[in-house]
């Protein structure tokens, strides 16, 4: 029986590889904030709440699709999906991290999660604005933009944290092993100390 996470790996390696999942911080940026933007100009010039849910809800989860599968790997090389057949049986997440030696860039990495972290603090306060002017209707809406946020926000966190494992780990086997030539990289380093040394007291005799 084939491995489904190995299968999906490969694949997701194999996307990139192919140059599918390079993506551009402006396009993040624009897709990423366009619900909040929608929100924001539908309920100040009053457009009907039905058609208003409609368009939020959908720019929502385009969203949180697009991050979900094409910035996230893109970006930082990270990605989160659902499978039934993993383990734990809930919730059946599959936490995804590019291979070393995959670093993101720090453009991209400062793009993605503050881009991550300001979209669920916008959506935390419109929820607290609509609170305060007594709308039900548009806090829940809010809710729920909020929820898919952190809902992405969360697994991103926990690939990350596999990232970082996996590049403790790497370390870790790197100092570990005997055949690395850390002790001749020491020894060339005395070396050339003492030369350093028996250089400068010749130059000192001579004078």
Known sequence: MIDQTQTDTDTLIKQDELGGCSESIGGYVFIHFAPVLAFFLLSI???????SII??????????????????????????????SEE????HFVFFSQPLPFVATTPNSNAFWLGLFLSSSLWGFLIFVCFLLVNAKWALLASLMLCLSLINFWCFMQCHNLAKTKAENAARVLLL??????QQANELDNTDT???DIHE???????
């Open 45 to 51: 010039f009053g457009f009907g709440f039905s058609f």
């Open 55 to 84: 368009v939020i809800i959908f720019l929502g989860l385009f969203d949180f699709y697009s991050t979900k599968n094409y910035f996230g790997l893109g970006l930082v090389g990270l990605k989160w999906y659902y499978n039934s």
């Open 88 to 91: 734990p049986k809930f919730p």
């Open 177 to 182: 092993d005997p055949n690395v030539p850390f």
């Open 194 to 196: 003492t030369s350093s």
């Open 201 to 207: 007291s010749s130059e000192n005799q001579d004078k």
